[in-house]
């Protein structure tokens, strides 16, 4: 593609991303308001500066971090975590300011905490209110348009299904079209919607303005057929929008960009970039930090334990697999009474025989993986992620499972969403392995730091059951 010829590729930028950048300005003011209500001794013009400053701040932060995205058809979780971490960079770059300018002795670090606990409430509040408002118009036929979608096949309907359950987004759906013979055609679900026609049938209603936008779900081999019918809806107004059929890859955490024009889709990437790399890396090492001095007594507690009661070393390490495939050393209290870390480890079973007395209160108990605390703490571990398997594990089941190593796009964890979720313990079955793949793949796909959380107190109910720990 020569330079004159390529296309720059623009992101559609929509009106509720000014709304919600003015929303945050008035929610800066609102807030400081109220901070001067209960502190009537800031009320002065230099806090006025501060809230200047404090807006352009998190004005800034917030486009760095990506709060203005269109956030339509994604979860408001997602939204407001991006929101709170905005506020909270936003509050370190405030504080850090003030430790040396002239405004310092204005606010102090308890008014600065508090004017940035109430103003993300109210932004929140706003966002919460203002996606109400947006559901309540599209449901009344305010602010939307008609779409058709081109192709019966699963992708299309999974494409409907995504837009009604984003009302949000202003879409009516008029139907399907497709030039197929009807026993060649996928049944299309009921309460979705039929079949309206083939595709002349579909320029001829956009061209009378029946259909307003257009989602072309085409297989990726029909190229020839997406060109032809991108070429006669160019002779009409409707917006054309194509849904490649990625999905008959190994889908993980797919993200759109574009490189001087040329678009370029993700098909698998570590979710954990920028920000929320930063968040992420932060929150587990503060979690880590504190957990490691709550448990250092009982830990020196358990090494004297197995000193005591059997012989070998207190800590084992085993060669395991981390970020990008890379080979880390993971502790943990041994627990056996051999100690395996060659090409041939057998995974512990129901009364096994290797594992000593204390070892079996520490595996059940799960205290035996207490020292991968450490890990966390040296970067080569998460507190949640895809629990990391013996390297021989790892080269058997890449051969037998498609998209086995992509569980190792992120840091493996201490625990993970498929541990929380029955997949505990032995996996003496290729189908056991395979379900605790899938709970891995979704956690890489679904990450937030909501999620984590959840996790971590899941985890909690799991150890206390002592289900499928042996």
Not at 138 to 167: C, M, Q, W, Y
Request: with cysteine; aromatic share 8%.
């Amino acid at each position: 593609m020569s330079k004159s010829s390529r296309q720059q590729i623009r992101r559609h930028e929509s009106w509720t991303k000014w709304v919600l950048k003015l929303s945050d300005t008035v929610t800066i003011g609102v807030g400081l308001l109220i901070l001067i209500t209960w502190l009537p001794d800031l009320n002065s013009k230099s806090t006025i500066v501060i809230g200047i400053i404090a807006i352009g701040v998190f004005g800034t932060v917030a486009d760095f971090i990506g709060l203005y995205r269109n956030w339509c058809g994604i979860a408001f979780e997602r939204e407001a975590s991006c929101s709170l971490i905005a506020w909270a960079i936003s509050l370190v770059c405030l504080a850090a300011l003030g430790r040396f300018s002239v405004y310092s002795s204005e606010l102090s670090g308890k008014a600065l905490l508090l004017w940035f606990t109430v103003t993300p409430v109210l932004a929140l509040s706003f966002r919460i209110v203002f996606r109400a408002i947006i559901r309540a118009l599209t449901s009344h036929g305010i602010n939307t348009r008609k779409f058709a979608v081109v192709g019966i096949n699963d992708l299309s309907i999974e494409v409907v299904r995504n837009i009604e359950a984003s009302p949000e987004l202003g879409l009516q759906l008029l139907g399907f079209y497709d030039d197929r013979p009807k026993d060649r055609l996928k049944d299309v679900p009921t309460g979705i919607s039929r079949k309206l026609g083939r595709f002349d049938d579909l320029v001829a209603n956009a061209k009378r303005g029946k259909v307003e936008v257009v989602f072309i779900s085409l297989p990726m081999r029909a190229e020839e057929r997406i060109r032809n019918i991108i070429q006669a809806l160019n002779d009409t107004t409707a917006s054309v929008y194509i849904v490649p059929d990625l999905f008959v890859f190994q889908m993980l955490n797919s993200r759109w960009t574009d490189i001087h024009g040329i678009p370029v889709v993700s098909v698998s990437e570590n979710p954990f970039y920028g920000v929320d790399g930063i968040f992420k890396r932060t929150f587990d090492v503060a979690v880590a930090a504190i957990a490691l001095l709550l448990a250092a007594i009982p830990m020196l507690t358990i090494a004297i334990a197995i000193k005591l009661t059997s012989k070998g070393p207190i800590l084992f390490r085993q060669k395991r697999y981390g970020l990008d495939g890379k080979e880390i050393s993971v502790w943990k209290f041994r627990s056996m009474a051999a100690v395996e870390n060659d090409d041939n480890v057998i995974q512990a079973k129901k009364n096994d025989s290797r594992v000593t007395n204390i070892g079996r209160f520490l595996r059940r108990s799960s205290l035996d993986e207490l020292p991968q605390l450490v890990n966390v703490l040296m970067g080569q571990m998460s507190l949640v992620g895809p629990r990391p398997h013996a390297n021989a594990h790892n080269e058997y089941y890449r051969k037998q499972i498609e998209g086995y190593m992509l569980r190792h796009k992120v840091k493996p964890g201490i625990t993970g969403l498929a541990q929380v979720n029955g997949c505990r313990g032995e996996t003496e079955t290729l189908e056991k392995m395979e379900n605790r793949v899938l709970y891995d793949h979704q956690y890489i796909r679904e990450w937030t730091i909501w999620l984590d959380l959840k996790i971590m107190f899941q985890t909690l109910s799991v150890v206390l059951k002592q289900e499928n720990a042996y």
